[in-house]
């Protein structure tokens, strides 16, 4: 048949000849890294300067920019494990991260609290069962084909409910369990202001470990080509479902590695630690899209996501000392929700201007 | 040729005069004149390229002719736009029919244009209606409440016919309908095109399958390189003249100086089937042979091949690699038994198209690239990438280039590189050439008789039959899923076109025999 | 050779009889089914089950939920979701609880600004739906955040004490029932049946469905895609506000986290009611039946005195059941 072939996308034209603005503006708008590490500047300027104009109840300084920190690490990990699902493609999304949390913890706060096991193999546990329950998800979602948004829903409730029973609605704080809250004190390095000692010991080990395997490893490669296109994968030897299977269970690993984070920072396994408000699921999807995953699959970095969990953390630290009493909080929701829809928006305006996506 | 439809009304419904056009270099259409008379099945086949698409895709609208005129009932089209050209009373009814499960048929029937009575779908009216329609086309009128996800594909095509049929088409395109049809669901389309054509439409009826052109056809209009090389009554020609007008000059192929492949067979296929799509296969391939399966869309080749690749997987026979017998029930059960596949759907079973050419050619030999198991070694990918760059020539500023920003023929040279990466002992390639450059295709072809000439044994299946035959060694003709006709080098494309066209007129089971026409 | 219209006859009709479309589908039935037998059940184990008390209570908390599904329906079926709902039922409560508390509002003025409110806030969704290329999902995440601030900017920072009883018509109490049945519940049946009406008869209902199955090939037939989309959004916000009077019910206090989590209470009951997620298929009839199925087992573990937790337990298992029968029966469906 005659080749009606449509002239190849527009991004594909070698941008020659731009004028510096221009290139930052393509930057910016394609390679999302940059768009967030602008941003991140910018806020965090900003944030000065309406400190030393006295705006601020308190200083934005170094040593609170470090200690805010804290609570990054939950976020940016679950963020790091909604960035493994979604990349895995067909609509893949994880709504039970937050549940598993809750009851891994639970798990966690019976075994060292009330069986009095000892704690490092509590601690493989916990994370181990995170791993289970994400099993659980990847088998309904790529071996019996379930959509990803429903199977998760469902465990959402599963799983948050056997953690409010597992100790009748009551959280565990016994004293092995209190004294894990030395896991989140603050560390002073040299050069560096006091920073929690879990970003070191937790949060990068897992960010190294998310980007070797999905960069530098085979079965990286194999999930971007799985969330690109399963059909292609398919003919090019990928072992689709379990690939796309090991994805909700490297999320689940990761939600128990955050079970064990929440048990240390509250000083107890609170049986809704995950799943309290709006839950911890949303932010986590939403710093994970503001990181540049894209919800269709195949596109998304761990560099992008961390930047995310940083800038909104960033942001959400100098909003408490913008605003009194909780009006901070509540404009930390505002800008998430900005950030969101505007980043999204900005995804479609590259796809239009550049054929690609940030 | 005198007309010899004299009994029914001469008025020209569609009359296409001198049109013209080209895409870039290419002249897809070189001064085409056609006529679709009220009350006329009028059949327009050609091999693939010969332009019948772009021909409809212009009436359709969906293309403007760079010269000449259409005319639709004595009025100009204007082009460019399906709306008009639907508005016009032009409709057309393609092989995967466009329609919404949920929906009943009568909704589908009238979606976007519902009678309504004050906001309301006049229910009554409508199903009244598409009773009519339906019994008028000979389907039970029940169907009219069906949803059609409950309708078998070939009834909703039907439906589709009826979705013309109600917004007063006065020319119908029928684009290949009988080419995912059982007989018995044919015999049903027939009915319903006759009654069309009784009723006094025009209807324009694209077909492979010569062999029904004399049943449901009046006239046939036979396109070859952009130009309509004739136009007859079809009870005037056989199915060997029409293959033969098809083809037109004969070019022998020109590859005597390939040797003629000996030795075991590499690959050695025998009884293979799978239930509902082809049986009984036997089939070897010997190194350094090509093998070519011809069959039409529809015949069950694709998915002779997808089941040699372990993708839907054959339910009885046997497959010997080497003389080893292997299982294939996934691809990477015949990857490991060395067979390699190229897809025929590029877009959705080949390419990566927002990665780079490395990633996508690399994509298949993950743990081949991989150190310790596991650490994918991105330097060998890249100069593994830059190396096929440089020896297929893929036109692309380097490596890193997204695939989806190439051309179609570039794009299909990575997807074959990923499949040479490390020279599969079997080869199978589903239509390579397929929405390719004419230079792509020379370097695809070269490509491929490279690996031949390595000793691997290559299987090629393709509806493009000049390809067919200037690859292969040898031609399986393949129709309804089971191997009809065997030919060797020299065959023509006019006997083969024939066999596979279903043309039975000889011993189906004769090698390269020079078949006479047979009668019709 | 010219065929003539007798030939047509001879061609045997390839249609065999099979069911035609139904005024109740497959799963309704067995909703209806499932959800009589643990009526009954509940009828025989407990005493205090099958008291007009505890029916009525039943269908005053299933309200809110199905008022809301009831929209949610027609979003899902375009292939879209909404998880703003429970944020936008914050928004409209605060403003519906200061205008009844504070500019003394009476119960038809609140309830029209409480639709109208809705419908704006659902009207942001759509349009950032339809003109914004952004999925569903995402601008609903992100509209999520921002309609819970604007809530609680209305609050200012407390929650609303003393809120009088103008809704009590609508409420929970005795006030709020007509032959003994809430009116909460009446409302949101003839809302049901309407839309259900709309969804089965209206060609704009029907072109729904077309949006949800392919809206590429929607388009091109002619369905306004864009305004589809939006429709559903704006009704959802509308089901919204009317779910935000229902749930301020008899008045007293409207707490800051009011209606977090109902947005996946409500999308439990869509999904239970044979909705699918991928769009292009489910009934408002379903949605109301998984409601209460959902109502039901809420119910029954408090009565069981079971821990009220486990109710969470067996809604994700309904949800298991209901999605994995549905994806069989594609299966099946596909498969010939």
Redesign the interface.
């Known amino acids: 048949m005659t080749d009606t072939r449509v002239p190849s996308a527009p991004g594909a034209a070698p941008p020659g000849g731009e004028s510096l603005a221009q290139r930052v503006l393509r930057l910016a708008l394609t390679e999302r890294v940059v768009l967030l590490a602008v941003l991140l500047v910018v806020v965090v300027v900003w944030f000065r300067v309406l400190g030393d104009g006295g705006y601020l109840v308190a200083p934005y300084d170094v040593r609170y920019l470090g200690n805010a920190l804290e609570s990054m690490v939950p976020f940016a990990l679950l963020a790091i494990a909604e960035l493994f699902v979604i990349v895995s493609g067909r609509g893949g999304i994880d709504l039970s991260v937050g549940a598993i949390v809750s009851l891994a913890g639970m798990v966690f706060g019976l075994m060292v609290g009330e069986w009095g096991w000892p704690l490092l193999p509590s601690i493989v546990a916990c994370v181990a069962v995170g791993g289970l329950l994400g099993a659980v998800n990847g088998a309904l979602v790529a071996y019996l084909r379930f959509p990803a948004l429903i199977a998760t829903l469902a465990t959402y409730y599963a799983y948050s409910s056997l953690a409010l029973v597992s100790n009748a609605n009551a959280p565990i704080s016994t004293p092995p369990i209190v004294a894990l809250h030395s896991l989140t004190r603050n560390v002073h390095l040299p050069l560096l202001p006091p920073v929690p000692l879990h970003v070191f010991t937790i949060l990068v080990p897992c960010a190294v470990l998310a980007w070797v395997v999905l960069s530098r490893s085979t079965y990286g490669r194999s999930l971007y080509a799985v969330g690109t296109n399963d059909i292609a994968a398919g003919y090019a030897t990928q072992p689709v479902t379990r690939t796309r299977f090991t994805a909700y269970v490297v999320s689940g690993l990761l939600s128990g590695v955050v079970a064990l984070v929440t048990v240390a920072q509250f000083a107890s396994a609170r049986p809704d630690a995950g799943v309290v408000g709006n839950g911890m699921a949303l932010p986590a999807i939403t710093i994970a899209v503001l990181g540049g995953v894209a919800i269709q699959g195949g596109i998304g970095r761990v560099g992008g996501v961390v930047v995310a969990a940083l800038l909104v953390t960033w942001l959400n630290a100098g909003m408490l000392l913008a605003f009194e009493g909780s009006e901070g909080s509540q404009y930390q929701l505002l800008a998430l929700g900005l950030v969101l829809v505007l980043s999204a928006l900005l995804n479609t305006l590259a796809l239009r201007r550049y054929g690609r996506l940030a | 040729m005198a007309e010899?439809?004299t009994?029914?009304d001469h008025r020209a419904l569609l009359r296409l005069h001198d049109v013209q056009k080209r895409?870039g270099g290419?002249r897809?259409l070189r001064g085409v004149d056609f006529e679709v008379h009220a009350?006329e099945v009028h059949a327009l086949v050609g091999e693939?390229?010969a332009?019948?698409?772009?021909l409809i895709?212009i009436v359709s609208g969906a293309?403007v002719a760079d010269e000449g005129s259409v005319e639709v009932d004595g009025a100009p089209l204007g082009g460019g736009s399906?709306q008009a050209a639907m508005e016009a009373g032009i409709a057309t009814v393609y092989q995967e029919p466009?329609l919404?499960?949920?929906?009943?048929v009568a909704?589908n029937v009238f979606?976007?244009?519902?009678l309504?009575a004050g906001?309301?779908?006049d229910?009554a009216t409508q199903r009244g209606r598409v009773g009519e329609l339906l019994e008028q086309?000979?389907?039970?009128r029940?169907?009219g409440?069906?949803?059609v996800?409950?309708?078998?594909v070939?009834?909703q095509q039907l439906v589709s016919i009826a979705k013309a049929f109600a917004h007063s088409a006065k020319v119908l395109i029928l684009d290949e309908p009988s080419a995912i049809l059982t007989d018995?669901?044919i015999?049903?389309l027939?009915?319903?095109v006759?009654?069309l054509?009784?009723a006094g439409m025009g209807i324009i009826y694209i077909s492979h399958r010569l062999d029904e052109l004399a049943q449901i056809s009046?006239r046939v209009t036979v396109m070859r390189d952009?130009e309509v090389v004739a136009t007859r009554p079809t009870?005037s020609l056989s199915v060997r003249q029409v293959a033969e007008l098809m083809v037109g000059h004969e070019l022998r192929a020109d590859t005597a100086d390939r040797v003629v492949p000996t030795g075991d067979p590499v690959l050695d296929v025998a009884g293979l089937g799978r239930s509902g799509a082809f049986e009984a296969l036997d089939l070897q391939v010997r190194p350094a042979e090509v093998v070519a399966l011809y069959g039409l869309v529809g015949s069950g080749t694709d998915a002779i091949a997808r089941a040699l690749?372990g993708?839907e997987p054959a339910d009885s026979g046997a497959v010997r690699v080497d003389g080893r017998a292997v299982r294939l029930h996934?691809?990477?059960d015949?990857?490991a038994a060395g067979i390699a596949?190229l897809?025929g759907n590029r877009k959705?079973?080949?390419?990566?198209?927002?990665?780079s050419i490395a990633?996508n050619i690399?994509?298949?030999h993950?743990?081949y690239?991989?150190k310790f198991?596991?650490?994918?070694d991105?330097a060998r990918e890249r100069s593994l990438a830059q190396g096929f760059l440089t020896r297929i020539a893929i036109k692309a500023?380097g490596p890193d280039t997204?695939v989806?920003?190439?051309?179609?023929g570039n794009q299909q040279k990575v997807v074959l590189a990923?499949q040479l990466v490390r020279a599969p002992r079997v080869l199978v390639l589903e239509e390579p050439t397929?929405?390719?450059?004419v230079g792509a295709k020379e370097e695809i072809h070269r490509l491929v008789l490279e690996l031949a000439d390595g000793g691997s044994a290559v299987l090629v299946i393709s509806t493009d039959l000049p390809e067919v035959l200037q690859l292969a060694d040898r031609v399986l003709v393949v129709r309804r899923g089971a191997m009809v006709r065997e030919f060797g080098r020299g065959a023509s494309q006019a006997e083969v076109l024939a066999a596979a066209a279903g043309d039975n007129g000889d011993d189906p089971t004769s090698v390269a025999a020079d078949a006479e026409g047979a009668p019709t | 050779m010219t065929a003539t219209t007798g030939q047509v006859d001879q061609a045997p009709p390839v249609t065999r009889r099979r069911p035609r479309v139904r005024a109740i589908e497959g799963q309704e039935v067995a909703l209806i089914g499932v959800t009589g037998l643990l009526w009954l059940v509940l009828s025989l184990a407990t005493d205090t089950f099958l008291t007009s008390g505890n029916l009525q209570n039943i269908l005053f908390t299933v309200a809110p939920i199905a008022l809301i599904g009831i929209g949610m329906t027609a979003v899902i079926v375009t292939a879209g979701i909404d998880v703003s709902v429970g944020s936008q039922a914050a928004v409209v409560m605060v403003v519906i609880a200061l205008l009844v508390r504070d500019a003394g509002f009476a119960f038809l003025p609140a309830l029209a600004v409480a639709v109208v409110s809705g419908l704006v806030l659902g009207a942001l969704n759509g349009l950032l739906v339809a003109y914004g290329g952004i999925h569903p999902i995402i601008v609903t995440f992100g509209t999520l955040n921002i309609y819970r601030f604007v809530a609680l900017q209305i609050f200012g920072s407390e929650q609303v004490a003393g809120v009088p009883g103008a809704f009590a018509p609508i409420g929970g109490g005795a006030e709020g029932r007509v032959f003994g049945v809430p009116v909460a519940w009446w409302l949101t049946l003839v809302l049901a049946a309407g839309m259900w009406c709309y969804m089965r008869f209206w060609a704009t209902g029907r072109h729904l469905y077309a949006v949800g199955g392919d809206a590429f090939a929607a388009r091109l037939a002619g369905v306004r895609v864009r305004r589809r989309q939006i429709s559903a959004y704006v009704l959802t916000g509308a089901c919204v506000g009317l779910a935000a009077c229902v749930l301020i019910g008899s008045g007293g206090l409207v707490q800051q986290n009011v209606g977090a989590g109902l947005e996946l209470r409500v999308i439990a009951a869509v999904v239970i009611g044979g909705t699918s997620i991928i769009g292009g298929r489910g009934t408002v009839l379903g949605t109301l039946l998984g409601a209460l199925l959902v109502g039901t087992v809420t119910s029954a573990v408090t009565l069981l005195s079971w821990p009220t937790e486990l109710t969470q337990l067996f809604i994700g298992g309904f949800i298991l059941v209901a999605v994995g029968v549905d994806l069989l029966r594609e299966r099946r469906r596909s498969a010939r």
């Open positions: 010899t439809i009994e029914q895409y290419v897809a009350g693939n390229g332009g019948k698409s772009t895709k293309e399906t466009h919404f499960g949920e929906l009943t909704e979606l976007g244009r519902e309504l906001g309301r779908v229910w086309i000979g389907l039970d029940a169907i409440d069906v949803r996800a409950d309708l078998p070939a009834e018995r669901e015999e049903v027939f009915g319903v006759r009654s054509r009784a009046d952009g009870r690749y993708i996934t691809a990477r015949a990857a596949m897809p959705q079973q080949g390419v990566f198209a927002d990665k990633f690399s994509s298949a993950l743990r690239l991989a198991g596991f650490w994918f991105r500023p997204a989806g920003a190439l051309s179609g990923r397929q929405g390719v450059d």
